[in-house]
């Protein structure tokens, strides 16, 4: 099959990208760099455009079969709300406009929860906007080429690096909330399934685990000194999600844990 995936230079979006090239699958996509590194794009991806979505041509996804859309603003906590609903927003809407095939498109586990912030309602609105498209709520994912820096960093991620450098890992609030944590090869595993069998179109699913970690025991993995800071207010005590849908739908379950 022929897929584009944007944010193809990602965490998620190279794991994807490496997977379905594995498969025999044409991969093409785009990237803005502002996230991700070219660096991470995997052997046997044909072209790739450094482009924003918004500023894709119909020309770029016509040879598409599948449209993976994984690019996205993808923080609570980024230092303009007001820039994520309008890059988050206008990206999916430019992208309904120029491409009419399937789309599987990355959501989030907050979206049911679009008041939390401006991360969660651009990706609660992008759903509406994509109906027919099979969407995924991802939960917590972790693993290779998770990112460290920025306004809100994978917490793995960054506390592996706070290990390395002889720095406290940091704790929001007391550390009683709870994650439902995936690892990147399962969530591009649910990915490419969705991408390989249209049964998915037209539902939404959780990618999870099915299991609820407190950030304070996830913490008991990591050595050194804890320094502990106030929760942001997108911070909620829990996210439950449930594997099930997926599961029923395309015979997706996590193979990794903790």
Known sequence: MRVFV???????????????????HEVNGCDDLSMGFAANIPVGVGTWHELDVRDLESWHVARADVVVHLAAMSSARWPDPTDTWRRNLSATVHLDRIYSGRIVFASTSVAPNPLLGAYAGSKWACEQILPDATIFRFANVYGPRARDWGPEPNVMAAWNRAQRDGEPIRIDGDGSQTRDFV?????????????????????????????????IALADQFEGERVFADRHPADPDSMPQNPEPAASILGFRSEITL
Request: net charge negative.
């Open 183 to 215: 690892h990147v090869d399962d969530v591009a595993r649910a990915v490419r399934m969705a991408v390989e069998d249209s049964a998915g179109d037209g539902h939404t699913m959780d990618v999870c685990t099915g299991i609820q970690t407190s950030i």
């Open 6 to 24: 944007t944010g193809i230079a990602g965490f998620i979006g190279s794991t994807v990208a490496g997977q379905l090239v594995d498969r025999g």
